[in-house]
T-cell receptor, first 114, second 115 residues
Framework: SQKIEQNSEALNIQEGKTATLTCNYT??????LQWYRQDPGRGPVFLLL?????KEKRKERLKVTFDTTLKQSLFHITASQPADSATYLC?????????????FGKGTHLIIQP | NAGVTQTPKFRILKIGQSMTLQCTQD?????MYWYRQDPGMGLKLIYY???????DKGEVPNGYNVSRSTTEDFPLRLELAAPSQTSVYFC??????????????FGPGTRLLVL
């Protein structure tokens, strides 16, 4: 069956360092991969989308890589800040126009310590 | 734009009761979705709609029903509440054209407790 794995334990990073979050998937051939941020008691908020033919995408301090051979995406936050503390969700979409929704990982809880 | 709004924010139901979770979006999005999120788990798709009058089942549809009479509204109906339906429910919307996968915009969620 299709499976998405994200770091199950909280990730503690010192302020100013680069945080790297991992998303691995099996039995899936996603056409797109998205990263969302979720704060406690709130809905997920979209951060970045990367397509299967793209290796890397950047947005300000955020960078996403997508390796379809390794079946893995890495999400980097450079110059991390305490305000970056949140749960980060990886989500996959098939190539069918997204009509069947996204498949989400359980998320990684990131804590940036001052 | 208010984006995606959901009501109520929190509700306690007794086993066997029914209720409707409301979801409205003002972005003229064609696609709408209902997800549930259990503690420590990923979001699971319950139902989705690609346009007014069209709905389809997601991964976990049992115990739920939906309708989509307008572009803006996508209510989720629980007919006979069970403790297993205790969860946080998120509504989402997106604008999709053929062959694209666009950003999904999520509502703030409805926290449901079934006792």
């Amino acid at each position: 069956s299709q499976k998405i794995e994200q770091n199950s334990e909280a990730l503690n990073i010192q302020e100013g360092k680069t945080a790297t979050l991992t998303c691995n998937y099996t039995n899936y051939s996603p056409a797109y991969l998205q990263w969302y941020r979720q704060d406690p008691g709130r809905g997920p908020v979209f951060l970045l989308l990367i397509r299967e033919n793209e290796k890397e995408k950047r947005k300000e301090r955020l960078k996403v890589t997508f390796d379809t051979t390794l079946k893995q995406s890495l999400f980097h936050i450079t110059a991390s800040q305490p305000a970056d503390s949140a749960t980060y969700l990886c989500a996959l979409a098939s190539g069918g126009g997204g009509a069947d929704g996204l498949t989400f990982g359980k998320g990684t809880h990131l804590i940036i310590q001052p | 734009n208010a984006g995606v709004t959901q009501t109520p924010k929190f509700r306690i139901l007794k086993i066997g009761q029914s209720m409707t979770l409301q979801c409205t979006q003002d972005m003229n999005h064609n696609y709408m979705y209902w997800y549930r999120q259990d503690p420590g788990m990923g979001l699971k798709l319950i139902y989705y709609s690609v346009g007014a009058g069209i709905t389809d089942k997601g991964e976990v549809p049992n115990g739920y029903n939906v309708s989509r009479s307008t572009t803006e509204d996508f209510p989720l109906r629980l007919e006979l509440a069970a403790p297993s339906q205790t969860s946080v429910y998120f509504c989402a919307s997106s604008y999709q054209t053929s062959g694209t996968q666009e950003t999904q915009y999520f509502g703030p969620g409805t926290r449901l407790l079934v006792l």
